[in-house]
Every structure is written in structure tokens, then in C-alpha cells.
């Protein structure tokens, strides 16, 4: 089976891959692809908040979103190295959501693992948007990791 790992560059979809080698045989998986996606005509940067803060500013000085979502692509594919399956990194450029689908599409994946909530305005907007979109329109399973709930206030 031939899995996708979408990333965003932030934390939560590092958690989502993480995730996955929770509970996933490695000896099912034949293939896992590593997706990150940048929109061209963008204004505001890929976010990558998985490389080392170093590395993050020169990739973005040197070759703005592209390197760094070759960055936070290789954070999440070295979670794989050793695991088992062969791991591909790929990057794309387009509509997040409609660049994952496209990929479960053309490579024949079995799963794809997105996180919920990695980027948004808020809680309560854009939470999960890109993760609702390949749920509801990705030709094979898809596996949302959420985040952890954050604690709430108790009122005084």
C-alpha cells in the first residue's frame, strides 16, 4: 500500500506522521510519499516550523517557499528512514488540498495522513479546511490527526 504524508510545515503535521508509525505495519506499506505543498502566488510564506530556526532562515533567504517546504518535507520523511517502506519526498505547487487529492490519485495511495488544524486563523476558523476537503474528496481513506485539545480556563 502506498501512503501519503501531506505536511503544512508545522508541528501538528509532524505529530500526524508520528502517528502513523504508532499503530501502522510497516510491512503493508510498500511506499510512503511525503507531500508538501506551496501555493505560487501566495503572500504568506510556507511556514516551516520543523527544520532548526538557522536553517529555516537561510532556506528562506535562498530560495523563499519552495526550500522551505523541501525542508519541512525532509523533517517529515527522515521520521520513515529505517522504518521499512521506501520513502519518496515530493513537492508541489497549487491548491493544498486539491494537490493531495491529485497525488492519491496518480500514485495509487491506499491512505493519506493529513493534520487538522496545523494552520488557521483561529480555533474555531479555517481549523481543519485543507484536512476536510481531501476527506471528503480523496479517492482512498483518509487518516485527520487532530491536535491535542488545549486545557481550558476555569471561570472565576
Not at 508545522?10 to 508538501?36: E, G, M, W, Y
Not at 500514485?107 to 488557521?120: D, K, T
Request: with cysteine; aromatic share 4%.
Amino acid at each position: 500500500m502506498h501512503v501519503i504524508v501531506a505536511t503544512d510545515g508545522s508541528r501538528q503535521s509532524l505529530r500526524a506522521a508520528r502517528h502513523l508509525k504508532s499503530f501502522a505495519d510497516p510491512k503493508k506499506i510498500t511506499d510512503v510519499s511525503v507531500i508538501a505543498v506551496t501555493r505560487p502566488l501566495a503572500a504568506v510564506a510556507f511556514a516551516d516550523e520543523l527544520s532548526p530556526k538557522d536553517r529555516r532562515k537561510a532556506d528562506l533567504e535562498a530560495g523563499g517557499f519552495k526550500k522551505a517546504a523541501e525542508s519541512a518535507a525532509a523533517v517529515i520523511a527522515a521520521e520513515f528512514e529505517g522504518w521499512g517502506p521506501k520513502v519518496h519526498q515530493r513537492l508541489r505547487s497549487g491548491s493544498p488540498a486539491n494537490e493531495i487529492i491529485k497525488a492519491a490519485q496518480q500514485l495509487g495511495a491506499g491512505l493519506v495522513v493529513v493534520a487538522s488544524g496545523g494552520r488557521g486563523l483561529s480555533d474555531t476558523v479555517l481549523v481543519g479546511s485543507t484536512a476536510q476537503r481531501v476527506q471528503h474528496y480523496a479517492p482512498c481513506p483518509v487518516l485527520v490527526v487532530r491536535p491535542n485539545p488545549r486545557p481550558r480556563r476555569k471561570k472565576s
